[in-house]
């Protein structure tokens, strides 16, 4: 069965498409061209419906924040991850839950960034020494459309080492 390819179809667009099949028979010396009923039309809306890939190399690095003067360091914890080359990106949403000490997740997954972030890194800081955390990140594209999960990271911030100055 033969088909039609519409090119100039463009995605957020609505089209209307009829069929009619055109037979051509040669009697003699002429050639006649037959034409059937048209088909009801059918209306097509073209949508992006597909998600973007992963993102891939989710990595992360724990520390603390150079103190100001007078005030405390903070912990931290810093994702980066590969760029992702989707023409149509949005940007990533960041996910979090706790771990256990041997590292399975425990408690709810949360998502961090209530909007897609445009940059492939994001510092979290609301998070506690000692405690263990399991990352993953998802992209977004322009319609919405949000990928699965990357490969998970998982991190912690040590408790920080305090030094004493000899008496």
């Known amino acids: 069965m033969a088909g039609t390819l519409d090119a100039s179809a463009a995605m957020g667009g609505t089209y209307a498409y009829v069929a009619q099949r055109v037979r051509s028979v040669t009697l003699g010396d002429h050639t006649l061209e037959l ?3 048209p088909s009801p039309a059918v209306t097509l809306a073209m949508r992006d419906t597909f ?3 992963p993102p891939t190399g989710l990595a992360s690095i724990a520390g603390f924040s150079t103190p100001s003067a007078g005030g405390e ?3 931290y914890i810093d994702l980066s991850w590969e760029p992702s080359p989707e ?3 949005a940007g990533y949403f960041v996910y979090r839950r706790l771990a256990r000490p041997n590292g399975d997740p425990q408690g709810p997954l949360a998502r961090l960034t209530p909007l897609p972030i445009p940059a492939p890194a994001y510092r979290d800081v609301a998070v506690r020494p000692g405690q263990r955390y399991i990352y993953d990140v998802t992209a977004v594209d322009a319609s919405g459309n949000e990928s699965a999960p990357s490969a998970k990271a998982l991190e912690s911030v040590r408790n920080q080492e ?4 000899p008496p």
Do not use: N, V
């Open 51 to 53: 998600p973007p890939a």
């Open 73 to 75: 360091s903070a912990p």
């Open 162 to 165: 305090t030094t004493s100055s």
């Open 87 to 89: 023409p149509d990106l």
């Open 35 to 37: 034409y059937s009923e």
